[in-house]
T-cell receptor, first 112, second 110 residues
Framework: GAGVSQSPSNKVTEKGKDVELRCDPI?????LYWYRQRLGQGLEFLIY????????KSGLPSDRFSAERTGESVSTLTIQRTQQEDSAVYLC??????????FGPGTRLTVT | KQEVTQIPAALSVPEGENLVLNCSFT??????LQWFRQDPGKGLTSLLL?????REQTSGRLNASLDKSSGRSTLYIAASQPGDSATYLC?????????FGTGTRLQVFP
């Protein structure tokens, strides 16, 4: 069956611009997660959705970052006024019970 | 706050060797522990998931163990192959998210 998909796979943007990253979870998965991996570093948790609600957004690094989920399906992560330190691979994962997360291929964001 | 550490950070071995990758965590109140493989430029592939009530899981040449009381997990790779070359990540599931280690970068040469 179809796995988690993310788009775009790569995004290059100029400093100060806004970007939107998209995640399509596995159909029927109620939980959705966003993580970030900066070059040479480990994965950092950003935000978690259960259905369309975000009970834990403790990992969002600043108020320039926001995320939403609609229809208990697709999620978008928006970064406003991008900075160079936002350059990273943004990974999305979904989960349906058993606490096992399935990851998408990621979006590589480069801020110039 | 959960901290996950992986040792070694990098490993280079000849084909055929048996390997042990180590993962330690500071908070034993975990729901499960998951091992992933990450290939350059790609996402994460789940290898094994050990529930908190379990001691080990096996899949093919891979075996992962979990000792919650000591805060340790190991991933054993038998008869390593060049195709095993990748970064291996362990992650503990705490409350509502995965906490990742920084990974072990494995290279298996022919």
């Amino acid at each position: 069956g179809a796995g988690v998909s993310q788009s775009p796979s790569n995004k290059v943007t100029e400093k100060g611009k806004d970007v939107e990253l998209r995640c399509d979870p596995i159909s029927g998965h109620t939980a959705l997660y966003w993580y970030r991996q900066r070059l040479g570093q480990g994965l950092e948790f950003l935000i978690y959705f259960q259905g369309n609600s975000a009970p834990d957004k403790s990992g969002l690094p600043s108020d320039r970052f926001s995320a939403e989920r609609t229809g208990e399906s697709v999620s978008t992560l928006t970064i406003q006024r991008t900075q160079q330190e936002d350059s990273a691979v943004y990974l999305c994962a979904s989960e349906q019970g058993a606490n096992e997360q399935y990851f998408g291929p990621g979006t590589r964001l480069t801020v110039t | 706050k959960q901290e996950v550490t992986q040792i070694p950070a990098a490993l280079s071995v000849p084909e055929g060797e048996n390997l042990v990758l180590n993962c330690s965590f500071t908070d034993s109140a975990i729901y499960n522990l998951q091992w992933f493989r990450q290939d350059p430029g790609k996402g994460l592939t789940s290898l094994l998931l050990i529930q908190s009530s379990q001691r080990e899981q096996t899949s093919g040449r891979l075996n992962a163990s979990l000792d919650k009381s000591s805060g340790r997990s190991t991933l054993y790779i038998a008869a390593s192959q060049p195709g095993d070359s990748a970064t291996y990540l362990c992650a503990s599931y705490n409350t509502d998210k995965l906490i990742f280690g920084t990974g072990t970068r494995l290279q298996v040469f022919p």
